[in-house]
């Protein structure tokens, strides 16, 4: 009897051409363009750093100021003239290594500059260094503030220790010898030594939008599997009425119906993993355990649909709003649409994040690309178990107790 | 009216799941604009440097080292293990981490030497990588500097003096300000939270409306409507009115749940019913675009697929997700074919539009394309229904 429901059941999923063309178009039009529109990303081109536009005003430095911050700037920047039809701060030389382009202005026109967004701030030079900027939001120089104000600390600090040097010597606490100024300002311009790595070069976190797709189409089937439980429940579609006249114990009939939806999810996300894989989108070395995770995380969804299907006794309407809502909503939660989002979960939220299976199957995957051991993944796989498991006690618990009378 | 009374009959039965789906909806989009609401105080928004340290050396050099980065910077609390570091580093909990390796005081203090080895590793955002270095540098500058003030290297005696004098040099102050104040950067919240919407219209305009229509569209339903004396004109009409007027009802109720988040004061601001009126030109296009791609599925198992697809699509093409300068340029071009795009456009224009001779032209620019778009899809809509008609006929 086994063999035969899920025999039928896979002929009727194969049968049904419009269901069946929708289950493999839809994760593959997703991923296409979800790819097309992400795809950019991939470039670290996008975290590279590009020259800060500012507009200094000297108008209330002394002189002594502003020679010194001159030099700060000819170190620092290269001069630029604002960009025709209201354009952004454009630089007059190679700003190649340049930190800033700046362009010296009086406070009226900077004001101005700062309004059409031709500049990312306006720095006043004076007694104490002021810069003002727009709160930028959804734009991705917000993080411009970081470095130019770490700049003009810099400055402030060349500043303060020349004035404590120069207090030295009038006090007599040192003698210069003659080539002391070249010393010193040998000694302003040496490397720090510092050794960095991955700036700006972490593809496994440039991928997280990735890893997060891939998750919400693991728990998709959900949408699915919400409504089979009625397939199974003879007070709710004519065709469980019409099975339930053979006597078979209700948890071997779920089964069988659920077999061939786990079998098809499953080949499906394993073609969607190497569909991704052949636009350029790596997923690392390890696929044995990515596809294991994969397996894992559509199981869950599998299991999450119909725990919700037959928890809820709500009509299709309803149950199709959440399968379809609820592993969006997941998605979301796990970065899918922005990185941020996962962040601010994990930050507020924690349980959510630690119970959001789209968000294990997400880190699992990270933990992979990213790890050189499997510990982390491990515990991922765990969780999503435990979450598996716990999505089947509820399936079972919302089915039992309503038996059929059968012939 | 009879087809327009019977739109709404039929939509009846989707009450729960219009319902379930706003509610999905507006939770998951109220916990992200009630986590960026702007604070209220008038400063600069600059991030944070959040370093971790791991002192192999333990020197004195090393912890004034320590001591002058903890005051210029957040210092976390790492465990010194490969998950711990990635995990602060991936999650934002940490932007940079220092490794001072043993030795490095010696080296700071080595006449013949200029620096000290220094490992660090940064996260993926570049800018914040960079201002971290800038404090790692100015810290090694200062001292050697110092060395040179007494000669190439510092005596011992004059050590620990020293290093207080570094550390005060490097105390400054730069002061920082917001050329908008708290109520205006809402202003760009409010921009945000408009594309939001745009992404909730499509997607519940075409699982609600898309339902409702294609049960509007069963042969057997349709052919009732006819037999009954309403002409085919009069059904249509009756159908589009009664789209319009759902999609009316439901854009407004969006727009009052937005308002009641982020302030009813904000309609105030000159810039608000420009907001407004583009949110409004845009629902309309995607309302004729979805009655134009329903008319042809007709399938209504497939309406969720569709429903999914389609507003994802075009969210993640058109700016909605992410911003627009990190979708590639192919893709730009093909999504300026959909009004969702200059929609997402013409918000931008207007939350950066100059307080000083503002220019809504390209905001005029955008509506009309929308606008054009819709009449499009609507005349192509109707094409398509009367050549439905012929057939059966």
């Given at each position: 009897m086994f063999k035969h429901i899920t025999k039928y059941k896979t002929l009727a999923l194969v049968k049904d051409q419009a269901s069946l063309f929708w289950?493999?178009?839809?994760?593959?039009?997703?991923?296409?363009?979800?790819?097309?529109?992400?795809?950019?990303?991939?470039?670290?081109?996008?975290?590279?750093?590009?020259p800060i536009a500012v507009a200094v005003v000297t108008e209330d430095a002394k002189q002594e100021d502003l020679e010194a911050f001159e030099t700060f700037l000819d170190y620092v920047g290269v001069p630029g003239t604002p960009g025709e039809d209201d354009g952004p701060l454009q630089a007059d030389a190679d700003p190649e290594d340049a930190y800033i382009i700046y362009t010296k202005v009086d406070p009226d026109e900077?004001?101005?500059?700062?309004?059409?967004?031709?500049?990312?701030?306006?720095?006043?030079?004076?007694?104490?260094?002021?810069?003002?900027?727009?709160?930028?939001?959804?734009?991705?120089?917000?993080?411009?503030?970081?470095?130019?104000?770490?700049?003009?600390?810099?400055?402030?600090?060349?500043?303060?220790?020349?004035?404590?040097?120069?207090?030295?010597?009038?006090?007599?606490?040192?003698?210069?010898?003659?080539?002391?100024?070249?010393?010193?300002?040998?000694?302003?311009?040496?490397?720090?030594?510092?050794?960095?790595?991955?700036?700006?070069?972490?593809?496994?976190?440039?991928?997280?939008?990735?890893?997060?797709?891939l998750g919400y189409l693991t728990i998709f089937p959900m949408s699915t599997t919400v409504l089979s439980v009625a397939e199974i429940e003879a007070n709710q579609s004519p065709r469980a009425a019409r099975s339930w006249l053979a006597p078979y114990p209700k948890w071997k009939r779920f089964f069988a119906e659920i077999l061939p939806v786990v079998v098809l999810y499953s080949i499906l996300n394993v073609i969607i993993y190497y569909y991704l894989g052949a636009l350029g989108v790596g997923f690392g070395s390890q696929t044995g355990y990515i596809l294991i995770l994969l397996l894992l995380g559509t199981l869950t969804g599998i299991f999450m649909?119909?725990?919700?299907?037959?928890?809820?006794?709500?009509?299709?309407?309803?149950?199709?709003?959440?399968?379809?809502?609820?592993?969006?909503?997941?998605?979301?939660?796990?970065?899918?649409?922005?990185?941020?989002?996962?962040?601010?979960?994990?930050?507020?939220?924690?349980?959510?994040?630690?119970?959001n299976p789209v968000a294990l199957v997400t880190e699992g995957l990270y933990s992979l690309y990213n790890y050189s051991t499997l510990d982390r993944y491990f515990e991922i796989v765990i969780r999503l178990s435990i979450f598996l498991v716990i999505a089947i006690v509820l399936t079972i618990i919302g089915l039992r107790r309503s038996n059929y009378e059968s012939l | 009216m009879r087809a327009f009374k019977l739109y709404f009959k039929v939509m009846r039965s989707s009450i729960a799941a219009i319902l379930t789906y706003l509610g999905i909806f507006v939770v998951i989009f109220n916990f992200i604009i009630q986590a960026q609401l702007p604070s209220e105080?008038?400063?600069?928004?600059?991030?944070?440097?959040?370093?971790?340290?791991?002192?192999?050396?333990?020197?004195?050099?090393?912890?004034?080292f320590t001591a002058y980065l903890a005051e210029h910077a957040e210092i976390v609390?790492?465990?010194?293990?490969?998950?711990?570091?990635?995990?602060?580093?991936?999650?934002g909990d940490v932007y940079y981490v220092i490794r001072i390796p043993q030795g490095f005081g010696a080296q700071m203090l080595d006449p013949e030497r200029n620096n000290a080895e220094l490992n660090a590793r940064g996260?993926?955002?570049?800018?914040?990588?960079?201002?971290?270095?800038?404090?790692?540098?100015?810290?090694?500058?200062?001292?050697?500097?110092?060395?040179?003030?007494?000669?190439?290297?510092?005596?011992?005696?004059?050590?620990?003096?020293?290093?207080?004098?570094?550390?005060?040099?490097?105390?400054?102050?730069?002061?920082?300000?917001?050329?908008?104040?708290?109520?205006?950067?809402?202003?760009?919240?409010?921009?945000?939270?408009?594309?939001?919407t745009f992404y909730i219209i499509i997607a519940l305009l075409s699982a609600v409306i898309g339902g409702t229509l294609i049960s509007m569209e069963n042969q057997a339903v349709k052919r009732r409507d006819l037999v009954s004396?309403?002409?085919?004109?009069?059904r249509t009409f009756g159908i589009f009115l009664a789209t319009l007027l759902f999609s009316v009802v439901l854009w407004i109720l969006l727009i009052v749940i937005l308002y009641s988040w982020l302030g009813f004061d904000l309609l105030n601001d000159n810039r608000s019913p420009w907001l407004i009126g583009v949110s409004f030109v845009h629902m309309v296009a995607i309302l004729a675009?979805?009655?134009?791609?329903?008319?042809?599925?007709?399938?209504?198992?497939?309406?969720?697929?569709?429903?999914?697809?389609?507003?994802?699509?075009?969210?993640?093409?058109?700016?909605?997700?992410?911003?627009?300068?990190f979708i590639q340029t192919p893709v730009r071009k093909l999504a300026s074919f959909t009004p969702t795009v200059w929609a997402v456009k013409a918000n931008e224009t207007i939350v950066n539009m100059p307080e000083q001779a503002p220019d809504y032209f390209f905001v005029w620019q955008a509506m009309g394309i929308m606008f054009l778009m819709a009449a499009a899809f609507l005349c192509l809509t109707l094409v398509v229904r009367r050549s439905r008609q012929r057939s059966v006929a």
């Open positions: 289950t493999l178009f839809f994760p593959i039009v997703l991923v296409t363009v979800f790819y097309l529109a992400m795809s950019g990303l991939l470039s670290s081109d996008m975290y590279q750093f590009d900077a004001r101005a500059l700062l309004d059409k967004n031709q500049i990312y701030a306006c720095v006043e030079v004076g007694e104490t260094m002021t810069m003002t900027a727009k709160n930028a939001r959804n734009s991705s120089n917000w993080r411009n503030g970081s470095v130019l104000h770490a700049l003009l600390e810099r400055y402030a600090q060349v500043k303060n220790t020349m004035s404590s040097i120069g207090k030295m010597a009038m006090t007599g606490a040192i003698r210069p010898d003659p080539d002391f100024g070249d010393k010193i300002r040998q000694a302003f311009e040496s490397d720090a030594g510092l050794q960095e790595e991955d700036r700006g070069t972490k593809q496994g976190d440039v991928l997280i939008y990735f890893f997060a797709l649909g119909t725990a919700v299907g037959s928890l809820f006794k709500g009509t299709p309407g309803i149950k199709t709003a959440l399968g379809i809502g609820l592993p969006l909503a997941m998605g979301f939660f796990s970065g899918m649409m922005a990185a941020e989002i996962r962040k601010m979960i994990k930050d507020s939220v924690p349980f959510l994040h630690k119970i | 105080k008038e400063d600069l928004n600059i991030q944070e440097h959040k370093i971790a340290v791991f002192d192999a050396d333990q020197s004195t050099v090393s912890k004034a609390e790492l465990e010194d293990t490969e998950i711990a570091v990635n995990d602060a580093l991936f999650d996260s993926i955002y570049v800018h914040l990588s960079i201002a971290s270095a800038q404090l790692v540098e100015s810290y090694n500058r200062t001292f050697q500097v110092y060395k040179q003030v007494f000669g190439g290297s510092i005596p011992e005696g004059q050590l620990e003096e020293t290093l207080d004098s570094i550390r005060t040099d490097l105390q400054v102050e730069v002061s920082t300000r917001a050329f908008q104040s708290g109520d205006a950067s809402k202003l760009g919240l409010l921009g945000l939270s408009f594309n939001y004396g309403i002409p085919e004109r009069q675009i979805v009655n134009f791609f329903i008319t042809l599925l007709r399938n209504k198992g497939s309406v969720s697929f569709f429903s999914t697809v389609f507003s994802l699509a075009l969210s993640f093409t058109s700016g909605v997700f992410v911003p627009l300068e």
